[in-house]
């Protein structure tokens, strides 16, 4: 089955330091590959996405490239701020026209002052 | 109305009762998607209807949870019989999405969080 793994949480770092959470994947087919932000006390938005192997994927600084020889979709921003702070959730769609978004189980950032 | 809106936001039960909860896509989503997000985890897929077509309802976890879109628009998950493991964030998703090979965004609502005692 399809499944999704990202590295625990939660990541802890200071204000304009650089950010890589890691993501990779286990799915039937060639999958889409997402990003998804939860802010506190709001609801899942999409960060960014890529649809096909080499595809970067980017937003609001934020970026992610499919990787599909090593099953993996890690996302990166240069210089994070304290409205960064978040979790971070890793997804995939398979490529079998199922809808159904698979995800990870989520990474939290805090970005200090 | 501007996004996706559920209600109750909160919804304490005792163990045995019945709950519905209710989920108010964007207008003219055709895609309508239900997920269960556990305390510290990911959301898991439970269900999801293309008009009032229930096209996937391969993740309601057991016959207890039974989900409806009868018009195409509002959906309800009802879960009979609660029990403290489906204490979770319910989170409801609608999206434009058509064509089975097309991608359109998943937009969540803020989810309604079933405390079961």
């Known amino acids: 089955g399809n499944s999704v793994t990202q590295m625990e949480g939660p990541v802890t770092l200071s204000e304009e330091a650089f950010l890589t959470i890691n993501c990779t994947y286990t799915?039937?087919?060639?999958?889409?590959l997402f990003w998804y932000v939860q802010y506190p006390g709001e609801g899942l938005q999409l960060l960014l996405k890529?649809?096909?192997?080499?595809d970067k994927g980017s937003n609001k600084g934020f970026e992610a490239t499919y990787r599909k020889e090593t099953t993996s979709f890690h996302l990166e921003k240069g210089s994070v701020q304290v409205s960064d702070s978040a979790v971070y959730f890793c997804a995939l769609r398979e490529g079998t026209g199922r809808r159904a978004l698979t995800f990870g189980s989520g990474t939290r950032l805090q970005v200090q002052p | 109305g501007a996004g996706v809106s559920q209600s109750p936001r909160y919804k304490v039960a005792k163990r045995g009762q019945d709950v519905a909860l209710r989920c108010d896509p964007i207008s003219g989503h055709v895609s309508l998607f239900w997920y269960q997000q556990a305390l510290g985890q990911g959301p898991e897929f439970l269900t999801y209807?293309?008009?009032?077509?229930?096209?996937?309802k391969s993740g309601l976890p057991s016959d207890r949870f039974f989900a409806e879109r009868p018009e195409g628009s509002v959906s309800t998950l009802k879960i009979q019989r609660t029990q403290q493991e489906d204490s979770a964030v319910y989170l409801c998703?609608?999206?434009?999405?058509?064509?089975?090979?097309?991608?359109?965004?998943?937009?969540f609502g803020p989810g309604t969080r079933l405390t079961v005692l």
């Open positions: 799915a039937t087919g060639y999958p889409s």
């Open positions: 998703a609608s999206s434009l999405a058509r064509l089975a090979g097309s991608y359109n965004e998943q937009f």
């Open positions: 209807f293309q008009n009032e077509a229930q096209l996937d």
């Open positions: 890529a649809t096909k192997a080499d």
